[in-house]
């Protein structure tokens, strides 16, 4: 069975940093894409950054910069550093994983998702 739980969230002030984790069990994590998404309050869920298994990254152009993605393959573990944070990436933030090989921003194109955390930045 396939599990994704991310951690880390929690409430920051504008200018702040925090790193999320996810922890993955039952899936082969090295052969997977992994990504983050978040959703704000009323919005549609939207691409954050991805990382292939040999660590070639997209990121989406809100977070260029600030955040950055990245895997531990020997403990099945993805994480999203995230700097100089806005209270525009307030958000539940998503871990995925992808049955595949190719890097993608597109949500639908990832299998398996985990419950969330909560990111809160405020002003």
């Known amino acids: 069975q396939v599990q994704l739980v991310e951690s880390g969230g929690g409430l920051v002030q504008a200018g702040g940093s925090l790193r999320l984790s996810c922890a993955a069990s039952?899936?082969?994590?090295?052969?997977?894409?992994m990504g983050w998404f978040r959703q704000g309050p009323g919005q549609e869920r939207e691409f954050v950054a991805a990382i292939s298994v040999r660590g070639l990254r997209m990121y989406s152009d809100s977070v260029k910069g600030r955040f950055s993605i990245f895997r531990d393959n020997a403990k099945n573990m993805l994480y999203l550093q995230m700097n100089s944070l806005k209270p525009e990436d307030t958000a539940v933030y998503f871990c995925?994983?992808?049955?595949?090989?190719?890097?993608?921003?597109?949500?639908?194109?990832?299998?398996?998702w985990g419950q969330g955390t909560q990111v809160t930045v405020s002003s």
């Open positions: 039952g899936v082969p994590f090295t052969t997977n894409v």
């Open positions: 995925a994983a992808r049955t595949d090989n190719r890097l993608t921003s597109t949500a639908h194109e990832y299998d398996y």
